[in-house]
């Protein structure tokens, strides 16, 4: 099992749609989690970091189930420029790393 | 300017060459990462250093070389490349606060491709 799973899509959704995405992640003492935006050929960029009571920026509203081991972000009135592939990533944190794990990633397109 | 600057940007090269990839920051961070990125399997976790001193295997070292030469610079070497190393590079860094890993930033990637 992946220490992080995203289903790829893609989700193609009409402008205007809400569509969520979900992430689960294997292990229980994982300690911070974000999600990132990737455009084609380009870098990732931070989007948003998950709190544990959820956080909302603008459209964007992210959700951390830790009983259930799962994040989810969810877009409401998509835009055009809102597709790209996001990154869920999770701090696999021990005693000497806390390295970053990174989902292969979701696909969003958004048509007009 | 980036604050987390690759190069180069693009290279093209011949199987068995030897190629560094170099990245440098300004945003101060002590904590570096070169990762790969390929279709279909996300990025990942070449080599990453916590310091100047400090030097980590990732999940895919082998066939790969790192050198931290001071906080700003850390470099990426193929001592002998190889086909299958084509994909796109990234140089990233963070910051630590409480034993935890803030968000990582990264650079603008190098496309590798190897004949």
């Known amino acids: 099992r992946k220490e992080v799973e995203q289903d790829p899509g893609p989700f193609n959704v009409p402008e205007g749609a809400t569509v969520a995405f979900n992430c689960t992640y294997s292990?229980?003492?994982?300690?911070?989690f974000f999600w990132y935006r990737q455009d084609c050929r380009k870098e990732p960029k931070l989007l948003m970091s998950?709190?544990?009571s959820g956080n909302e920026d603008g459209r964007f509203t992210a959700q951390l189930n830790r009983a259930s081991q799962y994040i989810s972000l969810l877009i409401r009135d998509s835009k055009l420029s809102d597709s790209a592939t996001y990154l869920c990533?999770?701090?696999?944190?021990?005693?000497?790393?806390?390295?970053?794990?990174f989902g292969q990633g979701t696909t969003l397109q958004v048509k007009p | 300017d980036a604050d987390v600057t690759q190069t180069p940007r693009n290279r093209i090269t011949k199987t068995g060459k030897r190629i560094m990839l170099e990245c440098s920051q300004t945003?101060?961070?002590?904590?570096m990462y070169w990762y790969r990125q390929d279709p279909g399997l996300g990025l990942r976790l070449i080599y990453y250093?916590?310091?100047?001193?400090?030097?980590n295997k990732g999940e895919i070292s082998d066939g790969y070389s790192v050198s931290r030469q001071a906080q700003a610079k850390f470099s990426l070497s193929l001592e002998s490349a190889i086909p299958n190393q084509t994909a796109l590079y990234f140089c990233?860094?963070?910051?630590?606060?409480?034993?935890?890993?803030?968000?990582?930033?990264f650079g603008d990637g190098t496309r590798l491709s190897i004949l």
């Open positions: 250093s916590f310091d100047v001193k400090d030097i």
């Open positions: 292990n229980s003492a994982s300690q911070s």
């Open positions: 945003k101060g961070h002590d904590r």
């Open positions: 990533v999770v701090n696999m944190r021990s005693s000497n790393t806390g390295k970053l794990i």
């Open positions: 990233a860094t963070s910051d630590v606060k409480g034993g935890n890993n803030q968000p990582q930033h």
């Open positions: 998950v709190y544990s």
